[in-house]
T-cell receptor, first 115, second 115 residues
Framework: DTGVSQNPRHKITKRGQNVTFRCDPI?????LYWYRQTLGQGPEFLTY????????KSRLLSDRFSAERPKGSFSTLEIQRTEQGDSAMYLC?????????????FGPGTRLTVL | AQSVAQPEDQVNVAEGNPLTVKCTYS??????LFWYVQYPNRGLQFLLK??????LVKGSYGFEAEFNKSQTSFHLKKPSALVSDSALYFC?????????????FGKGTKLSVKP
């Protein structure tokens, strides 16, 4: 399968713990996006990478959140000192660089539950 | 501010009947519109997009969407619904105020197709 993959698929953690999620985009895609989706809502943009550069961050991305894409391939999203309000589905998407109007391809998501 | 509205939380259709899932948008410039479908435990799948040109856009799985600039709408349609079309459908618009092509999603519409 050459689609976008995300690991883990599910994560249960206690409040205050740190968690890290991984996204592997489609190999030739330079653009990588992170979104967060809560129950009954559509995905909300968190941050964007072009190659290894993080070019945009949403105001939703508090200081406890950090994302990296060290070699322009896979990306990680870390949440420090998790709170119950962080419980959500975290989605990763990638797209080709040649046009900003290209559709984004989404991974299956990582569902985070903070107890 | 840019936004997307999906006025129906749920749409119920009998198999074989035509279906419409509604979407309206609000943007300051040219609208770039997308439809995605989300099946349980799977990521969002791209259906179709409107960038420019013909107001009737054809997409995957027999879906199409009609762009109407005067009504600021981009309704998703299918002439004959299948039970397997039952899923969550999201309309999205490209964020023109951001520079990197991230999407602004509606809340989603649950489509239920009964045999």
């Amino acid at each position: 399968d050459t689609g976008v993959s995300q690991n883990p698929r599910h994560k249960i953690t206690k409040r205050g713990q740190n968690v890290t999620f991984r996204c592997d985009p489609i190999s030739e895609h330079n653009r990588l996006y992170w979104y967060r989706q809560t129950l009954g809502q559509g995905p909300e943009f968190l941050t964007y990478f072009q190659n290894e550069a993080q070019l945009e961050k949403s105001r939703l991305l508090s200081d406890r959140f950090s994302a990296e894409r060290p070699k322009g391939s896979f990306s990680t999203l870390e949440i420090q000192r998790t709170e119950q309000g962080d419980s959500a589905m975290y989605l990763c998407a990638s797209s080709l660089e040649d046009s900003p109007y290209n559709e984004q391809f989404f991974g299956p998501g990582t569902r985070l539950t903070v107890l | 501010a840019q936004s997307v509205a999906q006025p129906e939380d749920q749409v119920n259709v009998a198999e074989g009947n035509p279906l419409t899932v509604k979407c309206t948008y609000s943007v300051s410039g040219n609208p770039y519109l997308f439809w995605y479908v989300q099946y349980p435990n799977r990521g969002l799948q791209f259906l179709l997009k409107y960038i420019t040109g013909d107001n009737l856009v054809k997409g995957s799985y027999g879906f199409e969407a009609e762009f109407n600039k005067s009504q600021t709408s981009f309704h998703l349609k299918k002439p004959s619904a299948l039970v397997s079309d039952s899923a969550l459908y999201f309309c999205a618009v490209r964020d023109e105020e951001g520079s990197q092509g991230n999407l602004i999603f509606g809340k989603g519409t649950k489509l239920s197709v009964k045999p």
